[in-house]
C-alpha cells in the first residue's frame, strides 16, 4: 500500500492528540439514555445527555413512535418535495406552529441541518450575516455556505453588535443577526430584547439558533423568545427535536412567507430523505405532553437550581450558567480530560470539553441535569466532584 493511502498525516495529527491527552474513544451506551446508564459495561450516574426532560426513553413516546411504524412504515422512501411528505409531517409542522405560538414551522433532518439550511437560503450576495463569536459551530458552518458577507460581535456586547450594525447599514441590502439563545458551553441566555431593538433600528432581520432553549426557557419549554415575550419580533427561531424533545430533527419556526421559501430553497431537505415516521410520531407526541402540563419543565429547573447550589458551595468554578446548563471550569485541557476519566473510574459520567470546542484554558466538563434525576443521584455525583476535586487538588 502506498503512503497515500495509508494517511501518514492523519495518523501524525491523531498522535498529537494523544501526546496533548486530549485523545479519546467513543464511550458506547448499553441502555436507553436516562439518569442512570450502562457505559461502557459500568453502571453511571449521567451528567452528560441533552436529554433535559427524560423524554428519550418514555414510554409515551415509545409507543407513539410503534403506532407510526405500523401505519406509516420504517422510512418515508423520499425527499418531502418528491414524495416523502407524509400527512404525519404536516402533523407536526402544525402542532410546533401551535406550540411556538407562530405563524408556521419548517421542519429539518437535525438541528445542525437547519442552520445549514436556513441560513443560505435567506442571504445572498450583497447581504452580510452578523453572528456572536460563541455561537454554535453549525450556525459558522451555515454562514460559511452562504454569499453573503459575514461579521462578528464579542459575545453578548451590545456596544460591539451596534458598532458592527452602524457600519454594515451603509454597505449591504439585507441584514441577518444570529444568536444562539442559551450558549451550549456557557449556559448563558442571549440578550435578545436588546438584540431585537437594535435590529428594528436599523432594519436588520434577527435569528435564534434555540437548541438548549427548546424545551427548556419559556412557558412547558416554549423557547427563549416565549421566555422574553418577542413573539412576531424575531425572523427566524430554529428549535431542535433531539434535545429536550428526545428524539431527532430541527425546525424553524416563523412567518408563512418564511415556510413558502424554504420549501423551494432549503437544501438539506430538497436533497435528503424526510424524517423516519417513528422519529415524527414520537415527537408529535412530546409536544402534545409539553402543551398538558408545565410539569417536566418545572422538575428540570428545580433539579437544575439543586445541582448548581450543591456544586457551588463545593467551590468550583461555574462560570456565569442562567440555565440547566452547568459548565465546572478546569482549565487546562489535560487537566480537564483527567478530571472527567476519574469521574467516570468513580461512577459519574460528564464529558470533558477542551479547545477546539472551547477557547484554549477553558476546559470544562458540562454538567447537563434533567428532569428525570432524582435528588439521591444527584447527592451521590456531587460526592463524587467532591472527592475527585480534592485528589486533584482542585478543590482545597
Not at 38 to 63: D, E, Q
Amino acid at each position: 500500500m502506498s503512503k497515500v493511502h495509508e494517511l501518514n498525516f492523519l495518523k501524525e495529527k491523531i498522535e498529537d492528540l494523544k501526546k496533548q491527552g486530549v485523545y479519546r474513544k467513543l464511550p458506547v451506551l448499553e441502555t436507553p439514555n436516562e439518569a442512570e446508564v450502562l457505559l461502557n459495561g459500568k453502571k453511571v450516574i449521567n451528567l452528560s445527555s441533552n436529554n433535559y426532560l427524560g423524554f428519550a426513553n418514555h414510554p409515551r413516546l415509545k409507543k407513539a413512535a410503534i403506532e407510526a411504524v405500523e401505519k406509516y412504515g420504517a422510512g418515508s422512501g423520499a425527499v418531502r418535495t418528491i414524495i416523502g411528505n407524509l400527512s404525519l409531517h404536516e402533523e407536526l409542522e402544525e402542532i410546533l406552529a401551535k406550540f411556538k405560538r407562530e405563524e408556521a414551522a419548517f421542519v429539518y433532518q437535525s438541528g445542525f441541518n437547519c442552520n445549514a439550511g436556513t441560513i443560505q437560503a435567506v442571504t445572498e450576495e450583497g447581504d452580510i450575516i452578523i453572528s456572536d463569536e460563541l455561537n454554535h459551530a453549525s450556525i459558522i458552518d451555515g454562514a460559511r455556505l452562504s454569499k453573503a458577507a459575514r461579521a462578528i460581535y464579542k459575545h453578548s456586547d451590545m456596544d460591539s453588535l451596534e458598532a458592527v450594525l452602524k457600519d454594515a447599514r451603509k454597505k449591504y441590502r439585507n441584514i441577518l443577526i444570529i444568536t444562539d439563545g442559551v450558549f451550549s458551553m456557557d449556559g448563558d441566555i442571549a440578550k435578545l430584547p436588546e438584540i431585537v431593538e437594535l435590529a428594528e433600528k436599523y432594519d436588520a432581520m434577527t435569528y435564534v439558533d434555540d437548541a438548549h432553549g427548546s424545551g427548556v426557557l419559556g412557558e412547558s419549554g416554549r423557547g427563549t423568545v416565549d421566555h422574553f415575550g418577542l413573539h412576531g419580533r424575531v425572523d427566524f427561531t430554529i428549535g431542535t427535536l433531539s434535545k429536550a424533545i428526545g428524539v431527532i430533527g430541527g425546525y424553524v419556526a416563523g412567518s408563512k412567507t418564511m415556510y413558502e421559501w424554504l420549501s423551494h430553497r432549503a437544501r438539506p431537505v430538497l436533497f435528503s430523505t424526510s424524517l423516519p415516521p417513528a422519529a415524527v410520531g414520537a415527537i408529535i407526541e412530546a409536544i402534545k405532553m409539553l402543551m398538558e402540563t408545565t410539569e417536566y419543565t418545572d422538575r428540570l429547573w428545580e433539579n437544575a437550581r439543586y445541582w448548581k447550589e450543591r456544586i457551588g458551595s463545593l467551590g468550583f468554578n461555574t462560570g456565569n450558567s442562567e440555565t440547566p446548563i452547568t459548565p465546572v471550569i478546569i482549565g487546562d485541557e489535560a487537566k480537564t480530560m483527567e478530571f472527567s476519566r476519574k469521574l467516570l473510574e468513580n461512577g459519574v459520567f460528564v464529558s470533558g470539553i477542551v479547545f477546539p470546542t472551547v477557547p484554549r484554558g477553558t476546559g470544562r466538563v458540562r454538567c447537563m441535569v434533567t428532569a428525570a434525576h432524582t435528588k439521591d443521584q444527584l447527592d451521590r455525583a456531587a460526592e463524587v466532584f467532591e472527592k475527585v476535586g480534592k485528589e486533584m487538588n482542585i478543590l482545597k
